[in-house]
T-cell receptor
Framework: TQLLEQSPQFLSIQEGENLTVYCNSS?????LQWYRQEPGEGPVLLVT???GGEVKKLKRLTFQFGDARKDSSLHITAAQPGDTGLYLC??????????????WGLGTSLAVNP | DAGITQSPRHKVTETGTPVTLRCHQT?????MYWYRQDPGHGLRLIHY???????DKGEVSDGYSVSRSKTEDFLLTLESATSSQTSVYFC???????????FGPGTRLTVT
């Protein structure tokens, strides 16, 4: 069972369209991170959301953390082919005593067609 | 971009042979991680390190060992490679306050 559920799993849209992808859980988290991974490369951090209800904008990308801090959404306005990639969410969890590690969702694979 | 390099970038090896992957960082971060990424499984943590000679197991550590003798280098060794270890391996470093992670470019390993 995945701690983090990302939806949709795959999304193919035309350039200029808007889209929203989701990261959901039944657990409460202190923070949530979003990453984008382009083909053949490692994931790159986009944003960290910390406060329930928080909204952060990064150019055409809008990130929201749910009021209860159990879920998050990423909205892209007027998608461009350069937005193509795998969008991953991750949360911090305890591991082996006081150590912590990131728990990752499986991602949403986005293809933006010209 | 964070200064993280991985070597080799691609490797094909035979079942039963030992393989060592290297991660090198120039950021002087204490926290370093090794992940593997496979379709349907996402990113899975193999081992991590919180400092020189301070390493611990992740969720898929069987068949893997690590060493960290210097802050900048984190080595992942497959003692006897198996076909199930065919994967893309990523090294990452993180900010110890936020655990935000910065990844290397990855190593694609094929075990035949």
């Amino acid at each position: 069972t995945q701690l983090l559920e990302q939806s949709p799993q795959f999304l193919s849209i035309q350039e200029g369209e808007n889209l929203t992808v989701y990261c959901n859980s039944s657990s409460v988290f202190s923070s949530l991170q979003w990453y984008r991974q382009e083909p053949g490369e490692g994931p790159v951090l986009l944003v960290t959301v910390v406060t329930g209800g928080e909204v952060k904008k990064l150019k055409r990308l809008t990130f929201q953390f749910g009021d209860a801090r159990k879920d998050s959404s990423l909205h892209i306005t007027a998608a461009q082919p350069g937005d193509t990639g795998l969008y991953l969410c991750a949360v911090l969890a305890r591991h082996a005593g006081n150590n912590r590690k990131l728990i990752w969702g499986l991602g949403t694979s986005l293809a933006v067609n010209p | 971009d964070a200064g993280i390099t991985q070597s080799p970038r691609h490797k094909v090896t035979e079942t039963g042979t030992p393989v060592t992957l290297r991660c090198h960082q120039t950021e002087n971060h204490r926290y370093m991680y090794w992940y593997r990424q496979d379709p349907g499984h996402g990113l899975r943590l193999i081992h991590y390190s919180y400092g020189v000679k301070d390493t611990d197991k992740g969720e898929v550590s069987d068949g893997y060992s690590v060493s960290r003798s210097k802050t900048e280098d984190f080595l992942l060794t497959l003692e006897s490679a198996t076909s199930s270890q065919t994967s893309v391996y990523f090294c990452a470093i993180s900010d110890p306050r936020t655990y935000e992670q910065y990844f290397g470019p990855g190593t694609r390993l094929t075990v035949t």
